[in-house]
């Protein structure tokens, strides 16, 4: 995924739409990521849904995410002022299944892209869709790993800060969070976890320069 591609998809998406108006199923640009269940089924982020993907090309909305309003940086080309109304789409963007069997579901959150808005689902089908953290810029990916759920962010600072400094975090089943790494995490966008290491991709938007970097982990 590059940063800057998703940015102007997800922009152009917010902007055509009225401010206050309400937004329809698969409003946000997608799909973003996968996850597979026990049964061997598969879900995918898309829109502003969880999506199971059914044999024949069915498919199932299994949970919708909602839109927020939230005030606008600065005066946008509709018209709209400095503070002035913006539905902000949910974007979700990142899904891994938990131990429990729940699918927990990341938010990058569309434009504004406030910093400290975008939140983690919890998951159940067949059960409204639940705030499982909240507080987080920019998810891009989440896994589960030594200690609790890891979450991936693009941009910590927002996606219109400038910064391409992104985080890696973990959320403890008690609420507690730590950011794992940070410093030299360059627009990531990618997170696997296996035998005890976080694997993250970086520089997401720089073709021919991107790495691979390691980080043992260890249980709180």
């Known amino acids: ?67 927020r309003v939230v005030p606008a940086p600065g005066r946008l080309p509709d018209g709209t002022p400095r503070g002035g109304p913006v539905r902000m789409p949910p974007v979700p963007s990142a899904v891994a299944m938990g131990p429990d069997g729940a699918f927990y579901v990341g938010e990058l959150t569309g434009f504004p892209f406030p910093p400290g808005r975008a939140r983690v689902w919890r998951v159940v089908p067949g059960r409204p869709p639940e705030v499982y953290a909240g507080g987080f810029t920019a998810v891009v990916d989440l896994d589960w790993g030594p200690g609790g759920l890891y979450v991936l962010e693009l941009a910590r600072h927002g996606l219109l800060s400038g910064d391409r400094t992104g985080a890696l975090l973990r959320v403890e089943g008690s609420g507690r969070r730590a950011t794992i790494a940070s410093d030299g995490l360059a627009a990531p966008s990618g997170l696997t976890i296996r035998n005890g290491v976080a694997y993250v991709t970086t520089c997401a938007d720089c073709p021919g320069e991107g790495t691979v970097r390691s980080f043992p982990l260890a249980k709180p």
């Open 1 to 67: 995924m590059i940063m800057g591609a998703v940015v102007a998809a997800v922009l152009a998406a917010t902007l055509v739409s009225a401010p206050v108006e309400p937004v329809g199923p698969g409003f946000a640009a997608g799909p973003f990521d996968s996850a597979v269940d026990r049964r061997g089924r598969v879900y995918v982020t898309e829109g502003d849904a969880l999506i199971r993907l059914m044999p024949r090309g069915r498919r199932t909305t299994v949970a919708e995410f909602p839109s």
